[in-house]
Nanobody
Framework: QVQVEESGGGLVQAGDSVMLSCVVS?????????MGWFRQVPGKEREEREC???????????YYTDSVKGRFTISRDNAKNTVYLQMNNLKPEDTAVYYC????????????????WGQGTQVTVSS
């Protein structure tokens, strides 16, 4: 059974940088999984989670939502079973719980339909 665990969140100031990490365990086929980062803001339902960034199994194809383009970078280290989200120039509107998700099909990851999710890590950006 595949499990994912996020880390790296915290309280930062606007303009700061944070790197989130997501470690995948339970299978030896991490390099066959597409990965994604979603975020959920207070008051929103799970179904309203926003897809922030995704990366395919090999790492050569990425997707970013418009609001983070140029500020966030998703990457992966298949040798460490880890996917990262480098977040620069953070803004108060980036405040959310950030979730990691995984699936063998990148389109499933992008739509948020994957069944593999972490517990989330809180990122709070003060102005």
């Amino acid at each position: 059974q595949v499990q994912v665990e996020e880390s790296g969140g915290g309280l930062v100031q606007a303009g700061d940088s944070v790197m989130l990490s997501c470690v995948v365990s339970g299978r030896r086929t991490f390099d066959k999984y597409a990965m994604g980062w979603f975020r959920q803001v207070p008051g929103k339902e799970r179904e309203e989670r926003e897809c922030v960034a995704t990366i395919n199994y090999s790492g050569d194809t990425t997707y970013y939502t418009d609001s983070v383009k140029g500020r966030f970078t998703i990457s992966r280290d298949n040798a460490k079973n880890t996917v990262y989200l480098q977040m620069n120039n953070l803004k108060p509107e980036d405040t959310a719980v950030y979730y990691c998700t995984a699936d063998r099909d990148v389109s499933t990851v992008v739509t948020g339909a994957a069944i593999i999710w972490g517990q989330g890590t809180q990122v709070t950006v003060s102005s």
